[in-house]
């Protein structure tokens, strides 16, 4: 099972200077980032996961995000079948965030 993260917890997280930040990896297709993207976020769309793995460290939590959290939710499956083990999916991906943490970003 993976966890899901609301967009409110994600910002609260990332902005807790005594907890040490997750990476986000956001999942959606270049064109999608362009348009808008969660500062600092890693960008590395769906089909390319399996070959940028070196670029995802087991060690740190990873929360995944995507428009509205089903890719990303893939993403995270399959890196849990994959050894990966602390994965967060943001619900509500990019969209949610707009609407309950940034209403400046761009939606789509």
Do not use: T
């Not at 997280?13 to 600092?40: N, Q, T």
């Not at 995507?66 to 943001?90: D, E, I, K, T, V």
């Amino acid at each position: 099972m993976i966890a899901q993260i609301a967009p409110a917890e994600l910002a609260a997280w990332l902005a807790d200077k005594a907890r040490p930040a997750p990476l986000v990896v956001d999942v959606r297709e270049p064109w999608e980032v362009e348009r808008c993207r969660i500062d600092g976020s890693l960008a590395i769309p769906l089909r390319e996961i399996p070959g940028r793995l070196a670029e995802l460290p087991r060690e740190r939590e990873l929360v995944l995000v995507c428009h509205h959290g089903g890719r990303s939710q893939q993403a995270a499956m399959w890196l849990g079948g994959n050894g990966y083990a602390r994965l967060f999916n943001l619900r509500g991906g990019v969209d949610a965030w707009a609407s309950d943490v940034d209403p400046a970003m761009p939606r789509y």
